[in-house]
């Protein structure tokens, strides 16, 4: 659906199934790409499963166990690790889907690479991270002052509910409001060759109600794969089977069950499809000219 007409403010209309439905294109058009990034993804996966399989049975992949250190400044320095990493795998990620579709010329090594744009999109994403987290304070600081504000709320199912909903709204309403208006920042970022959070709020001003609508079509494709993928497996394995995926609790030879297996496994296929699924729409717009906003 495109709106009629030219816009006042002369800049292109937006498509909202054209744009949105960049991801699937992207997937059929590049499938060895996607099933280089499978591959990738689901054997580390998979690595990861058969180390800790093999650990339960005396057996380590990677030499002897490490000693426990519950030093509180150990703890610190591997959860900011943690952080690091999955703030250098999402650099790399849209990365990737950014050159796809910006650069499609660049393909060699399935566009995955480790260099300046991987670089500029690891600074995005702390910095979207920080400001996130700011977004986010006020609104988790006024749920709090509402929970504690009666006692009896809290006391009550029906009053914990309300509790846990009003927070919902204080806190997701405006992550969500920030996130969409800077959508574009990965790709503006990847394309001008600067970290660009700024330049992507000047291009979603005023195009709230289209970008929302790709979101939400981009929402409901990615609920629905994951509700076929978690269906099949009900359908494969029985609707009494454990289908939890196996570092959901403590590990423990029965996490190792061919349903647990199946379900971690396609749940990491599943997160690798949904990363197109999203980014891909923020570049598709760039390239149709979204940027003669500016």
Request: hydrophobic share 60%.
């Amino acid at each position: 659906m495109t709106a009629k007409g030219a816009p006042r403010d002369g800049r292109p209309n937006i498509s909202i199934r054209g744009s949105a439905g960049a991801g699937l294109r992207l997937i059929r058009g590049r499938p060895w790409t996607v099933l280089a990034w499978l591959a990738l993804l689901t054997g580390v996966k998979g690595l990861l499963l058969a180390e800790s399989f093999l650990e339960l049975h005396g057996v380590r992949l990677f030499g002897a166990a490490a000693p426990r250190l519950p030093d509180a400044g150990v703890r610190t320095l591997i959860l900011v690790l943690i952080i690091l990493g999955t703030a250098g795998f999402w650099a790399v990620a849209l990365a990737a889907v950014n050159r796809a579709m910006l650069r499609p010329e660049s393909a060699r090594f399935a566009y995955l690479r480790l260099g300046r744009d991987e670089w500029r999109q690891f600074q995005l994403v702390l910095a979207s991270g920080v400001l996130m987290l700011a977004v986010a304070m006020p609104g988790a600081m006024a749920a709090m002052a509402f929970g504690m504000a009666d006692a009896s709320l809290v006391a009550q199912p029906s009053g914990r509910a309300l509790i846990a909903c009003v927070s919902a709204v204080l806190i997701l309403a405006p992550v969500a409001l920030v996130a969409l208006r800077l959508c574009l920042a990965p790709a503006a970022t990847f394309a001008n060759g600067r970290v660009d959070l700024l330049g992507a709020w000047a291009l979603t001003r005023g195009r709230f109600w289209p970008l929302a609508g790709i979101g939400l079509y981009v929402l409901v494709l990615s609920l629905l794969s994951v509700a076929l993928v978690h269906g099949g497996l009900r359908l494969v394995f029985g609707a009494s089977a454990d289908l939890r995926p196996v570092f959901q609790g403590p590990v423990s030879a029965d996490s190792f069950s061919a349903g647990r297996i199946a379900r971690s496994l396609l749940d990491q296929a599943v997160a690798v499809l949904l990363v197109p699924l999203w980014v891909a729409p923020p570049a598709a717009l760039l390239r149709q000219g979204f940027a003669t906003a500016a």
